[in-house]
């Protein structure tokens, strides 16, 4: 699929609009929305991706917005857009997160952002899911490592990204991967960004299959040092968990 750009103004065109103001805005939102784009200095848009919105192709959607491909400094970027239907009110808060997670060179790069969007890098890459499905055992080992070290980071950070129990939609790869979407993220709860990675890696999931095919790891001594890092994160505890991973 090749990407086309179109200059953003396309944007209140249908089916276009849809998009814009998903899944049923006013023609006042629309219009209101637009006008917030254009300020974020969003020059084009791309209508291209693996998800399909009424005949209108896109990045992604999630439960609270929807991705898209853009330009803006004539630089390929991605815009999340704030679903109407929404349970979050604003951008605000998923933007906070991001731009935390950034400081410690975590997530796509934070661009910009405005009540209804949030201007980011555009992470060109294979969800983990279909990358692992052509990966060998050594490329598998080697990227999971550098996803568990960012997990780690991020535990120690105190953010947990909320989303990370399935992996399938949240983590994007190219030569290195790249953790995504925040909207769920929290810095009051209880962090589980590394054991939930690794659960969902190595214990109750498909993918576990070939990443611990005839449970390589054994998984009742993997849960049992999962306990004691959880009680106690640290630099040790995580060791001792990619040393029984062979990582």
């Avoid at 084009?44 to 898209?68: D, P, Q, W, Y």
């Avoid at 491909?69 to 991605?78: G, Q, S, T, V």
């Avoid at 939609?169 to 979407?181: E, L, S, Y």
């Avoid at 969902?200 to 990443?211: D, E, G, H, Q």
Wanted: charged share 25%; net charge positive.
């Amino acid at each position: 699929m090749k990407q086309l750009f179109q200059p953003i103004h396309k944007i209140l065109e249908n089916p276009y609009a849809s998009i814009l103001g998903y899944p049923n805005a006013t023609k006042k939102q629309i219009e209101s929305r637009y006008i917030e784009i254009k300020a974020l200095g969003v020059e084009s848009v791309s209508f291209f991706g693996r998800t399909e919105i009424n005949s209108v192709a896109i990045l992604g959607k999630g439960h609270n917005g929807l991705l898209i491909l853009a330009k803006k400094n004539n630089k390929k970027i991605a815009v999340k857009i704030r679903r109407i239907d929404s349970q979050r009110s604003t951008m605000y808060a998923e933007s906070k997160f991001l731009k935390m997670a950034n400081s410690i060179n975590i997530g796509p790069k934070w661009i910009t952002n405005s009540k209804n969007f949030i201007v980011m890098e555009y992470v060109n890459g294979k969800l983990i899911t279909e990358w692992i499905s052509n990966a060998n055992t050594k490329e598998i080992n080697h990227m999971i490592k550098l996803i568990l070290v960012d997990c780690y980071n991020l535990d120690k950070f105190g953010i947990d990204h909320g989303e990370l129990n399935n992996i399938s939609k949240h983590i994007i790869i190219n030569k290195k991967p790249t953790i995504i979407d925040f909207e769920d993220a929290s810095n009051i709860r209880r962090v589980s960004n590394v054991t939930s990675v690794i659960q969902y890696m190595y214990i109750n999931s498909v993918i576990s299959k070939k990443i611990n095919p005839n449970e390589r790891v054994h998984k009742t001594k993997l849960i049992k040092l999962l306990r004691i890092y959880k009680n106690n994160i640290t630099q040790k505890n995580f060791d001792g968990i990619l040393k029984v991973l062979r990582l």
